[in-house]
Structures are given as structure tokens and as C-alpha cells.
């Protein structure tokens, strides 16, 4: 393994490890494990790692900016979350009559919103949609017909934002209007075969795209025209997202899952050195 790759020390792998983020808040990285029903968190101070058990998927957790705790995607509804003790509540259930489906990745832009998307369990079907919950907790389905929604990602000073569809190795950019209305998805980045294909994602400070790549034991850097700009590779075939951390927001944590596979470091969470500053994440403003 490179110098430049480190296994974060704990006791358990995710199934499906997803969503890291970066708390300056807390001075930890929160995470989860979808199908394992996870909430996982780091404390950068200590290393220690804490875990809790949730009753259903959870696909993603996003901190509040006017309240306590978070707002999480757990199976197919947005909920209030807090820890300790664990409570959940729910805020809205854009999907309920989709008896197949579950959240899976989220994003938080700089209105406060959450972006979100849904799929299948079995992966093989469009019956996936992508949402926006506003701080007024209204949920608005936005687009439909996703198979594997993944990786909301938002560039600095907004405008637009790019959002995946593993299943078809694609990612889709929407302009954003004020209001937060969408434009018709069109194809950005289309994965080439080795690359392995898009999961989550996220952008730097200077305006570049990372990628993490499922199936292809890496994650690559876009340049901001969508251009292949760098590779980091890793000991594990599916990697699913990253997020910047740390004071200076230099430091990277890495997700995997170990479901479907036999390799020693799949569903390990990974730090990297990604040469390159982040930018904070957003939080919801209801």
C-alpha cells in the first residue's frame, strides 16, 4: 500500500460505507454504512470511532445550521436526527408508494437545500428520482427515471450542480435557477471502461471535480471543463465517496463497501493526501 494511503484503525467494515462528512463543528468525519444501518464518526482529536445502530438504510446525514443534529436520509424519508441518545423523526416521505426504493447520497448547497436521490435496492431498474428539500421542509421531486442516483456535487458559487447515475457510468449536469428549479439533465463526464464507474463526489477549492470510482480501486480528479486530471489509487475495487477534512481542509477520508467482494481492505474507510485544499460542506438551514 502507498505511503500516501492510510486505513483508518477500527474494529468493523461497512457493507456499503457512504456520505463521509467533514464536521469543523465537531472536529470529526461522519459517515455511514447503508446497508449495515450505520451512522459511523471519527473524531480527527482522538481517532477514536463511534457507531450507531439505525432501524433502517441510512444513506446520508447533513448537520443543521438553526437546529441541533441532522437531517438524514433513512430508507425512503427525510428525518430529523440527533444523537444521544439516537432519535429520529421524520420529516418528509417523497417515496413511500416506492415500496423498492431507499435513499442513497445527498448534498447540502449554499441556499441551505438538500439534494438527494433515491434508487432501487436491486439496482437494476429507473425507478429512482432526485429531490430537493428546502428549509422549509417542503420535498420537491425534481427528476425521475434514476437508477443508481449518486454523488451530488456542488461547485463553489453554485449555478449549477452534477449528479450521477452509476448504472449508466454518466455524469449529468442541471443548472440551477434561484428557486431552485432544475434545467434538463445533460451528460458531463462519460466514464470510459477502466475508469470503473462514477459514484459520490465532490469539488475542490479550486473548482476541480473528484470522483469516486466503483470498481476501478481509485478516485480521479476532473479538471473543471470535465477532463482527466489526476488518479489516486486504492486497495479496494468499490470505492464510494470522499470528503475533505481537517483544519485546513487538506486532509481526505475515503468510503468503500465490501458487499459482493473478498478483498482484505474493502469496506475500510481510507485517509489520502490529496495534494489539494477542499471546501466546507454545507448545512441545512431549517
Given at each position: ?107 447540502a448547497d449554499d441556499h441551505g437545500r438538500i ?172
Open positions: 500500500m502507498s505511503e500516501a494511503v492510510r486505513i483508518v484503525a477500527r474494529p468493523r467494515r461497512d457493507t456499503l460505507g457512504e456520505g463521509p462528512s467533514w464536521s469543523a463543528r465537531d472536529n470529526v468525519v461522519y459517515w455511514v454504512d447503508i446497508l449495515g444501518k450505520r451512522l459511523n464518526r471519527l473524531s480527527l482529536s482522538t481517532g477514536a470511532v463511534d457507531e450507531w445502530v439505525t432501524p433502517d438504510t441510512i444513506g446520508w446525514v447533513i448537520e443543521r445550521e438553526e437546529a441541533p443534529g441532522f437531517i438524514a436520509g433513512i430508507g425512503r424519508r427525510f428525518t430529523a436526527l440527533t444523537l444521544d441518545p439516537l432519535e429520529i423523526r421524520t420529516l418528509a416521505a417523497p417515496e413511500d408508494e416506492r415500496v423498492g426504493n431507499r435513499f442513497n447520497d445527498a448534498k439534494w438527494a436521490g433515491s434508487m432501487p435496492f436491486t439496482c437494476d431498474r429507473p425507478t429512482g428520482a432526485f429531490y430537493r428539500l428546502d428549509p422549509d421542509g417542503r420535498a420537491v421531486r425534481v427528476d425521475d427515471g434514476y437508477t443508481i442516483a449518486n454523488g451530488p456535487a456542488i461547485p463553489p458559487g453554485g449555478g449549477f450542480l452534477l449528479h450521477t447515475d452509476t448504472a449508466e457510468a454518466t455524469i449529468y449536469r442541471y443548472t440551477v435557477g434561484q428557486d431552485g428549479s432544475l434545467s434538463e439533465r445533460t451528460p458531463f463526464i462519460a466514464f470510459q471502461a477502466d475508469w470503473g464507474n462514477p459514484d459520490g463526489m465532490t469539488f475542490d477549492a479550486d473548482g476541480c471535480l473528484w470522483v469516486a470510482c466503483w470498481g476501478g480501486s481509485c478516485v480521479m480528479r476532473f479538471t473543471p471543463d470535465g477532463r482527466p486530471d489526476r488518479r489516486i489509487m486504492l486497495p479496494a475495487s468499490q470505492i464510494t465517496s470522499m470528503t475533505f477534512a481537517g483544519a485546513g481542509l487538506d486532509r481526505m477520508f475515503v468510503t468503500s463497501a465490501a458487499d459482493g467482494v473478498d478483498e482484505p481492505a474493502a469496506g475500510a474507510l481510507f485517509e489520502v493526501d490529496p495534494g489539494c485544499g477542499g471546501l466546507p460542506p454545507y448545512r441545512y438551514r431549517g
